[in-house]
């Protein structure tokens, strides 16, 4: 197992509670010795200068989808809300983990099967074990955040985890970086780990204000298409990075497009072309920024994404990581 | 309360301005200002600005509320002279039969016609709503030309609802939200800080916080802080679980609503300050609206930003309620808060 | 417009409580009228007498107004409701009146959208979903608003283009001060006959303030004054009469042949417009009740047109009222003998 992809997914952070993977990718870069600076809204930006070449921003983000507690009833059971997109039949039955610890259960009001029928967030209530309300409320509060609990595990060429969106493209940019930042680079490279994605790709907007650049890639997840009777989309695990053509929020700048396809060629680098109708990235947020920034995107292939087990290939990943080197790199 | 706050809560939430039509609330708020800031500006959406201090040192605080009500506006004039409505902001159709209006600049009196029911079918009352596009304004004319010179396309439509007190320590009225956040960033901007204070009256939040989008952008400020009236769902047989706050319980403080998430750490100051004061508080309970403050957020590189309200019950309805204590509770905390930011680091 | 107008419409008296109305009534009857009754269930009954009390035309109009009752309380001091005969789609946004030992006000308002389930929008709020907010705890909301207590439209006219007027309980007070006009055109004039002006409770719901004041009154014409559709946008022309085109006439069964005859001659001798409508067995009105007090009462009806019945916006035009107020006055100094042997087939009395 990857220990740096489980100790990725296995911090603590949703949406605009980025402290504690923000800590854990400064640890992983501290020996490169890199600058970089935290924005008003907490995006971590590295700068590796290099005057006179056009500046690239990446942007992978931190955050994780989670709940927030909005009421603790009088037996000790919490109501929740949505902090990015939460599908109900995704919630239900799984474990949800607080900063400090506390687990709960995602149950549905079952006083009906037409609940199920047409389920909404707000007939599931969260049960952390608690027989009473003054007991539940020594362990939680109203305002808490929570996200899905659960180990990272390998299966086969695969690892299955919550919050591979994007812990995963968080690991393909701490990679590259790795591999790239100490050589002579094509740009002056801005690495952002950028924050409050889920809720509107709101961290990528201003950290591109703050950068100016004239151009971007991003590194998110995409969805898939390779499982039984799935939704159509021509994108498989194990087919290489997907170079996106489209999403709901955006059409990648063919230029980018290209320059991607392009390098994954010349490297020999596997690669997939993606179309997806639904969601969106940072790229979309960084594409209009001022006058406007030539984007791309390199996606890694993701099944059951915004569940507790998504899956990547790590074959696909690694594909990522050499693609962006080799962008990166004369 | 002050008298002095209630005389200006009444004169706002009395004032007429829909989304794009603030130019009255903006009179009265340069009224209440005049030399308390160094200058006002407005810019082409109509934001109206407030600003002092600004040669200060320490953080630029952005106080903001937004000035526009959620109304109705004229479509469509018949021959017969009766006036077609569109909604200016989001109002639940079911809220728009048999109310009183004020048409226009000159406040034409009218009334959203209901059919008498005599003529509708109970099939009818019990299953159909009436949408917005098939109720019609009846002023009393005859004719649309009797009306030239004095009702337009495009003129804003109000409710006529008074404002007064009510129950047990409520105040009754419309547009709460957000004159109740006007109200108190004016009366906050009467103090002279040792900050500077960018004083933000918005235009057209109830379509988009529009204003707030281009005025933060204007002066994008270090720190934000947005005063609305919120949703207060503690009526009827609503559950608990669901009334988002409550009315008595203090001032709302948004954690995560429908648009953002707010600064974490001010938060947090904000809620050491009311615990060191002794002022209650209370948290948004559901992820639910929008404020200005989403906006304000993410302006060029980033702003940290807050949103707190006065808990509100029937917002975008034609009558709403607030209690006076929250009111009161909300100034308290908004001005405690700044003192003690002008004696710490952010 | 008459000042009675703001004082009637403005009171509060649903169907059962129409005893509040009295003082305001009596002090405007004061000098016009003769002897002023009341009888047991509430009607008030207002006597200007004529040469000869051998025979009396009754004008009849109701003082009660629709509203609610309140039928419960809920944990948050909400007041539950049953209403009658009122759309129930306009209680949605609306300030209310609550009747108990005092009067409070209330207000019926919506839960917000994000408490809605996702096709409640799109219906009308079920009646027993509807709560009255009085804003007070409900230990003093018990002690305050027993169960049944009555709960109106809050009061307040607005004055509209042309003359025209919007308010709650237009009808029917309208007509009840139609009827004081009438007495005050007729302070100076010697009638031939007594004229009763019936003010009368429940209408709205079961006529037996039109039963109990015909059998109090046994006058021999009756015609209730009443409201009737005024035109209305978006409803067909063949089920109004046109605002401010003149008071309508009932035409049919309920109307005695002798009665309209004299309505329509009246109304000529003014020459004031009119709408005739058509009724079938019933028109609605205090009318269908009393023809068929004791041995019989040769009805009528008159209306005064009126947009949005059973309202808070209910809206009339001053000119019908006026209107309305000479052809009563009309038609009571044309109930003579000359009449009477015409309704009875003889001219002997």
């Known amino acids: 197992m990857n220990e740096l992809i489980r100790t990725l997914t296995q911090a603590w952070g949703p949406t605009s509670y980025e402290d504690g993977i923000r800590s854990v990718i400064t640890r992983e870069l501290d020996s490169l010795h890199l600058d970089y600076k935290v924005d008003a809204l907490g995006n971590l930006i590295y700068c590796i200068v290099a005057p006179g070449k056009p500046k690239l921003l990446l942007s992978a983000h931190m955050d994780q989808i989670g709940i927030i507690v909005t009421h603790v009833d009088k037996d000790g059971f919490l109501r929740f809300g949505a902090v990015g997109g939460l599908d109900p039949y995704k919630v239900l039955g799984h474990r949800f983990v607080f900063a400090n610890g506390t687990v709960g259960v995602a149950a549905v009001e079952s006083k009906d099967h037409k609940t199920l029928e047409h389920l909404t967030l707000d007939k599931l209530f969260l049960d952390i074990g608690s027989a009473s309300k003054d007991d539940a409320v020594l362990h939680v509060a109203v305002g808490d955040f929570a996200v899905y609990a659960g180990d990272c595990v390998q299966v086969g060429n695969r690892v299955t985890s919550a919050a591979l969106d994007d812990r995963i493209g968080c690991y393909v940019l701490i990679e590259a970086l790795k591999a790239a930042a100490a050589k002579e680079l094509n740009y002056e490279t801005y690495a952002m780990f950028s924050v409050q994605e889920e809720i509107g790709i709101k961290g990528a907007k201003v950290g591109a204000w703050g950068v100016q650049p004239d151009l971007a890639i991003a590194l998110d997840v995409t969805a898939w298409g390779d499982t039984p009777e799935s939704y159509v989309l021509d994108i498989g695990l194990g087919k290489g990075p997907a170079i996106k053509v489209k999403d709901a929020g955006m059409v990648a700048t063919p230029a980018v497009r290209d320059l991607l396809i392009e390098t994954a060629k010349n490297h020999g680098i596997p690669f997939q072309l993606e179309v997806l109708q639904g969601g969106t990235t940072d790229a979309a947020a960084i594409q209009t920024n001022a006058s406007g920034v030539p984007t791309g995107v390199i996606s890694i292939p993701d099944r059951y994404v915004h569940s507790a087990s998504e899956m990547v290939d790590l074959g696909d990943v690694e594909g990522c990581i050499r693609l962006l080197v080799a962008v990166l790199l004369k | 309360m002050e008298q002095t706050s209630i005389e200006l809560l009444k004169k706002l939430t009395e004032a007429r301005g829909i989304s794009g039509h603030e130019d009255e609330v903006a009179a009265i708020l340069r009224t209440e200002l005049e030399g308390h800031v160094d200058r006002f500006e407005r810019d082409s959406i109509k934001n109206l600005f407030a600003i002092k201090g600004m040669d200060k040192p320490g953080p630029n605080v952005m106080l903001n509320a937004h000035m526009d009500e959620v109304g109705l506006y004229v479509t469509h004039i018949t021959k017969e002279g009766y006036l077609h409505i569109g909604k200016a902001g989001g109002i639940d159709d079911r809220l728009l039969l048999g109310k009183k209006v004020l048409v226009g600049k000159d406040r034409l009196p009218g009334v959203t016609a209901i059919k008498a029911v005599h003529l509708s079918t109970h099939e009818e009352t019990s299953t159909t709503v009436i949408k917005a596009d098939d109720i019609v304004v009846d002023v009393g004319a005859k004719s649309d030309k009797e009306l030239a010179g004095k009702a337009a396309v495009g003129d804003q439509i109000t409710f006529d609802t008074a404002f007064g007190t009510f129950g047990d320590g409520y105040l009754v009225g419309k547009a709460f939200d957000d004159r109740v956040g006007c109200a108190i960033v004016a009366e906050l901007l009467k103090t002279d800080w040792p900050f500077s204070i960018i004083g933000m009256f918005s235009a057209q939040e109830e379509v988009g916080t529009k204003g707030a989008m281009v005025g933060a952008w204007r002066y994008p400020p270090d720190i934000s802080i947005t005063v609305e009236g919120t949703i207060a769902a503690d009526i009827g047989e609503v559950k608990d679980y669901q009334e988002v706050s409550s009315l008595g319980a203090g001032p709302v403080l948004t954690i995560k609503d429908g648009g953002m998430i707010t600064d974490h750490r001010l938060r947090n100051q904000l809620i050491e300050v009311a615990k060191a004061s002794g002022l209650p508080w209370q948290f948004k309970r559901m992820p639910a609206g929008g404020t200005d403050a989403r906006s304000i957020q993410l302006a060029k590189a980033g702003v940290r930003a807050l949103a707190v309200a006065v808990p509100a019950r029937y917002i975008h309805s034609p009558v709403s309620l607030i209690k006076i204590s929250d009111y009161e509770n909300t100034s308290a905390l908004l001005s405690k808060f700044l003192a003690q930011l002008a004696t710490t680091e952010a | ?349």
């Open chain 3, 1 to 349: 417009m008459h000042k009675l107008v703001e004082q009637l419409t403005s009171a509060y008296a649903v169907s059962g409580d129409e005893r509040r109305l009295h003082d305001i009534l009596r002090s405007a009857l004061g000098d016009i009228t003769d002897e002023i009754h009341d009888t047991p269930l509430g009607n008030l009954i207002a006597i200007r007498k004529g040469r000869s009390s051998e025979h009396a035309i009754l004008f009849a109009a109701h003082l009660d107004e629709v509203g609610a009752w309140v039928t419960r309380i809920n944990d948050r001091g909400f007041l539950g409701i049953h209403c009658h005969s009122v759309d129930e789609r306009v209680w949605p946004g609306l300030q209310v009146v609550v009747h108990g030992n005092d009067s409070l006000p209330g207000i019926i308002g919506l839960k917000p959208v994000h408490v809605m389930s996702h096709d409640e929008m799109d219906k009308p709020v079920a009646p027993d979903e509807l709560w009255i907010d009085v804003g007070l705890p409900r230990e003093q909301v018990l002690k305050l608003v027993p169960i049944g207590s009555t709960v109106t439209f809050s009061a307040g006219i607005s004055h509209l283009m042309n003359e025209r007027f919007s308010g709650k309980t237009q009808d029917d007070r309208l007509c009840g001060v139609a009827l004081v006009q009438a007495l005050e055109l007729l302070k100076d004039v010697t009638l031939p006959y007594d004229v009763v002006m019936a003010f009368t409770v429940q209408e709205e719901i079961t006529g037996n303030g039109a039963w109990t004041s015909g059998y109090v009154a046994h006058p021999d014409v009756g015609i209730a004054v009443d409201v009737t559709h005024a035109d209305t946008d978006g409803v067909p022309e063949h089920k109004t009469i046109p605002l401010g085109g003149g008071p309508g006439i009932a035409v049919g069964p309920v109307v005695n042949d002798h009665v309209l005859e004299l309505i329509r001659k009246s109304a000529k001798a003014v020459e004031i417009p009119t709408s005739e409508e058509p009724c079938m067995a019933y028109s609605g009105t205090d009318a269908d009740e009393l023809q068929l007090v004791g041995s019989g009462i040769a009805a009528g009806v008159l209306s005064i047109p009126l947009r949005y019945m059973h309202s808070p916006v209910e809206t009339a035009d001053q000119v019908d009222v006026d209107r309305t107020a000479r052809l009563i006055a009309e038609i009571a100094k044309g109930f003579d003998a000359a009449f009477i042997g015409e309704l009875y087939g003889t001219d002997k009395h």
